[in-house]
């Protein structure tokens, strides 16, 4: 027998390994990794509470716990259900920690949710560990599977499910995805240590920071994304949901500045243009950063965020090859990208570009041109990936026709680390490329002035130096940590 005050449902966030933390990539795992909350399980954990269902969400990575620190925790709450979300590159640690889990309680369910498991829950099942994965959105499969274990009651009703029955691996038919998602109560941040969540120094000049998002789903192919959680179909939260969210992050935290973290908040001028019409209506201010398309921006819609309190736009730029971008289906051209960052630049919106190195059919050549475009622009900052196919893109289907795989573990699909390597190109390269690209482009004067530009305060002196810090960590040579 449960009493009132046991918890029933306890999410979590898996921890870093010894390894990630102190290894050849632990400044990326402290500044990228865990800098916003894991907003897919305050999700989750908001609409169990709405059901009165007793429910913990840790993100043992932004608490600093060992594995071991953070099975403790969860063996003391004595839950009758652990809910790990993981990506695929977190996968192991999110195994080994339902594991030790198990050997301290042997009746608990364990279930994944996540990308990984979306994409390869046969896989999954097929080792000792879990007892379901949620395929997908995970808040109406969830509510429901949680339901029937605390209920006793079997799990073929519930869609969107791959699950244990006796020796039988059961699949329920697809959940469809949320049309209204209005209807979602607004994510469990109380329940998060949201104080922890330290933003790059680069995107930090207005603290505190809060992240959200404010729409799901992409309506483009480009063939490196993964669409098997929120799917092709965009779908958006309505402006006053949305500006309902900002209000709660200034009011009740304090945010001085919000992180759009959609896959694409730009969809469309008239959405963005709705949203600020609603800010302004209830005179919202606050700084804040979204996700903007070349193909999309223009000057007046650029300029009108400027005005309602925009201070910067990214832009995922991937390649300064015209032939790469239609291999990879960005679906922009080259014009619309110098058209929008020099735009941009000129409206004191800081540009930030993504780029990402070793796609299928790439070059050095064609990685030149990235650089040559990186570098001709007036962006403030890039963040540059090395491009790694992942289980749900369309190029994990088609990646060994056009380069291999240097690594089957998944702890390496980091998108910092050399795991695919196209034809003609050796693993070795990339890197080196990959470090020369970041040094290119940061250890100019231009690049400095750009910053020093942005500085407010004496608190930015102690930022920038610790960006310089992270830099220098990511431009050194490091030594290769698998085959």
Known sequence: ?????????????????????????????????????????????????????????????????????????????????????????FFGNALALARMIRAALPSVYLVLGGPHGTSCADEVMEQEGFDAVVIGEGEETTRELVAAVLGGEELRGVRGLVYREGEEVVRTPPRPFIKDLDALPLPARHLLPLHKYIPQPNDSPYLPKQAMISSRGCPYQCTFCDHGTYGVSYRSFSPARIVDEMEELVVRYGARDIAFVDSLFMVSKERVRRIIEEMRRRRVEVHWTCTIRANVADRAILKEM????????????????????????????????????????????????????????????????????????????????????????????????????????????TFWEPVYIPHGMTSEELDRLYRTFYRRFYFRPVTIRRHLRMFKSWRDIRRFFRGGRILVDMTIPRRRSHP
């Open 1 to 89: 027998m449960r009493d009132s005050t046991t918890t029933e449902v306890f999410l979590v966030n898996p921890p870093a390994t010894l390894t990630q933390q102190r290894g050849p990539i632990k400044e990326i795992v402290r500044n990228l990794f865990f800098n916003s909350p894991p907003l897919g399980l305050a999700y989750i954990a908001a609409v169990l509470e709405l059901d009165g269902v007793r429910v913990r969400l840790m993100d043992a990575g932004v608490e600093g716990f060992t594995p071991e620190e953070t099975a403790a925790r969860i063996i003391a709450a004595r839950p009758a259900i652990v809910g790990i979300g993981s990506s695929s590159n």
């Open 306 to 413: 400027k005005e309602a309190g925009c201070w910067r736009v990214r832009i995922g730029i991937e390649s300064g090859s015209e032939r790469v971008l239609d291999v990879i289906r960005k679906e922009v051209n080259l014009e619309d990208v110098r058209q929008s960052v020099t735009v941009a630049d000129e409206l004191g919106l800081h540009p930030k570009a993504f780029f990402m190195i070793g796609h299928p059919t790439e070059t050095r050549e064609s990685i030149q041109e990235s650089m040559d475009l990186a570098l001709s622009l007036p962006l403030t900052d890039i963040t540059i990936q090395l491009n790694t196919p992942m289980p749900g893109s369309v190029q994990w289907h088609t990646a060994n026709d056009h380069g291999h795989f240097s690594t089957p573990d998944w702890n390496h699909y």
